[in-house]
């Protein structure tokens, strides 16, 4: 393959006792569709889920934002979404009805990435799927990965690496057009991170290697829309990232993780949860949460075949890490609704408290 196209697409289409995870008649429904389905568009494909969304990975050749690969997904999801609601699934087909499909899913509720390039012998990749949380949860780890070397050894050791990357970040905020700045680590790094703080608002889209040009990430960042006076769109998180050679090793990049940082997400989409790295299939617990990321680690032939997956956070080391973050939460958990523990009231999921805040006005006078 001259080009080759990886498309993840992922959706909450209906979930067990909640917003939990899907059921595996669903699991089957949605994996039997592409079979029957997937023909000649795919070179291959394969599913996942985290929490309460399916994962699609498609390998193809169509680029980017293609309208036959959107439309399966779409399709796919549709089918399972019909299926949910049979089986009584909670919030059945809960992404797919932001409006009629114009050939792109892309902010209508899934989640997407793409990255269109040309393959390496030994193209090696991970999938990252993140649950109860936003794309900005992935601006600190990335940023630690390819621009820090406490973090990232190889920005120090390796040739291919010493120009260091570009970061493309993107404001969510913008919903009238993709609104982006393209900053080069390390000579910009203060302005990437000074962007980075806000995590509600720039969110890491793509990275570079300044070198080669490759591209080595792509996540689901994508400007918002506004939905009754609320910025919807920027739920529940995919990234495609590609490893070794021009790029940190899968090692390099799945290591930030392990500091379980704050991010916003958990209980009502409202709260400050930290981000655990999880086994794949973990389904969603505590306080709706944690906020959690999962990292499936393949590889592909020129041909487009993928092979089985690794799961790059089920060993020994993430057990101690995810015990540490679960303390990490309840210590937050503490604060109940005061202070950092629930988000700024333009953030939270739910308009209840405003509202309510607002109807309160009345109760106030001047003395
Ligand atoms: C957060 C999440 C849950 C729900 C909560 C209430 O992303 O999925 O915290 O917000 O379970 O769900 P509803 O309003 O659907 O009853
Ligand atoms: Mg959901
Ligand atoms: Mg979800």
Known sequence: ??????????????????HVTPSKGLVDAVRTYLKDHAGKTLKDWDISYIGDDIALLFVHDHGENADKVHKLALDTFNHGADFARKQGLYGAGQDLDAGAFSGNVRGMGPAVAEMEFKPRKGEAFILFTGDKTDAGAYSLPLYLAF??????????????????????????????????????APKDLY??????????????????????????????????????????GKDDPVMLCRVQGDFPSSGEVIGPFRLGHYVSGSGR????????????????????????????????????????????????????????????????????????????????????????????????HTK
């Open 191 to 232: 302005d990437i991170a000074a962007l980075l703080r806000d995590d509600g608002r720039y969110h890491i889209e793509s990275i570079f290697n300044n070198k080669s040009g490759e591209i080595a990430v792509r996540t689901s960042a994508c400007r918002g829309r506004m939905e009754k006076g609320k910025l919807k």
């Open 1 to 18: 393959m001259d080009k080759m196209t990886l498309s993840c697409i992922k959706a909450d289409i209906g979930s067990v006792g909640g």
């Open 269 to 364: 989409g409202s709260h400050t949860t930290p981000l655990m790295p999880v086994k794949q299939y973990s389904p969603i617990t505590f306080f709706d949460g944690p906020a959690s990321v999962s990292a499936r680690a393949y590889s592909v032939s020129t041909a487009g075949k993928l092979t089985e997956y690794v799961d790059l956070f089920d060993h020994p080391f993430w057990e101690t890490v995810r015990a540490d973050l679960a303390r990490k939460f309840i210590q937050m958990r503490e604060q109940g609704f005061a202070g950092p523990a629930m988000l700024n009231i333009q953030e939270l999921e739910y308009g209840g408290v405003a509202e309510k805040i607002h109807a309160l006005q009345d109760k106030f």
């Open 147 to 184: 621009a820090d070397p406490f973090h990232c050894p190889g920005l120090l050791l390796a040739k291919t690496m010493t120009e260091g990357f570009s970061f493309r970040i993107i404001d969510v905020t913008h919903t009238e057009a993709d609104r982006v700045a393209d900053l080069k």
